[in-house]
């Protein structure tokens, strides 16, 4: 039987040592490589021969859902597993745009992962329940999930980092200003891009000052 070959990607190396453990658990015959920055991932990726990854969204340089739709254009048969805390509706729509073969939420049990990695061998997709009952009260037009998508959500961080672009602070400067690292800023930066929408740092500013967040 052939090994398959699988690629995790996380910016957190205590999770990405975390999740390979469990994965040695799963009763296939398997090779693990871990990578820690998303642009050394999507270079192995492409190069190499990989049958399943797994990564977060929120990463310095490539954000998850960006290395999900590269991946997708470039080896369109390697399954894509998306391991994320993210529920904003605006996000997990994001994401399912670029068809993952599976998305599971960080606290879903580990037998849901095994689950979604049984799924996406098989050919199938595969939701945690969590995605399912985000999807069904967007669809449902649930009231609680439809106010809520209406202005992103920011962390007091996210809020702290926003406010410091719109000022024009570069990334190191940011980074110096909140004693963080630039990965973490980016990082942040990433997620902003996320939750409201946009393309770019002008983008951040132009959507915050859309919602209101900014004055």
């Known amino acids: 039987m052939n090994k398959v070959k699988i690629v995790l990607v996380d910016d957190h190396t205590i999770f990405l040592n975390g999740l390979e453990a469990i994965l ?7 090779d693990i490589i871990l990578f820690d920055q998303s642009i050394e991932a999507l270079n192995h990726i492409e190069n190499n021969e990989v049958d399943i990854v797994i990564t977060d969204i929120s990463m310095p340089q490539i954000n998850g859902i960006d290395l999900l739709a590269k991946v997708k254009k470039s080896k369109p048969s390697v399954k894509v597993i998306v391991l994320s805390m993210h529920t904003e509706n605006a996000i997990v729509k994001n994401v399912l745009k670029n068809a993952p073969d599976a998305y599971l939420l960080k606290n879903s049990e580990e037998k849901d992962f095994f689950s979604a990695l049984d799924a996406v ?34 962390s007091k961080r996210e809020k702290q980092v926003l406010e410091l672009i719109a000022k024009e602070f570069t990334t190191q400067e940011i980074a110096d200003k909140l004693f963080l690292s630039v990965n973490t800023i980016e990082t942040y930066r990433q997620n902003l891009l996320l939750k409201l929408g946009a393309k770019n740092s002008p983008g951040i500013i ?10």
């Open 24 to 30: 040695k658990r799963y009763e296939f015959s398997k």
């Open 121 to 154: 061998q098989k050919g199938e997709k595969y939701y945690c329940n969590s995605i399912k009952n985000i999807l069904l009260d967007s669809a449902t037009g649930n009231k609680k999930t439809s106010n809520s998508s209406i202005i992103p959500i920011l």
């Open 206 to 215: 132009a959507k915050a000052y859309q919602y209101g967040i900014l004055n």
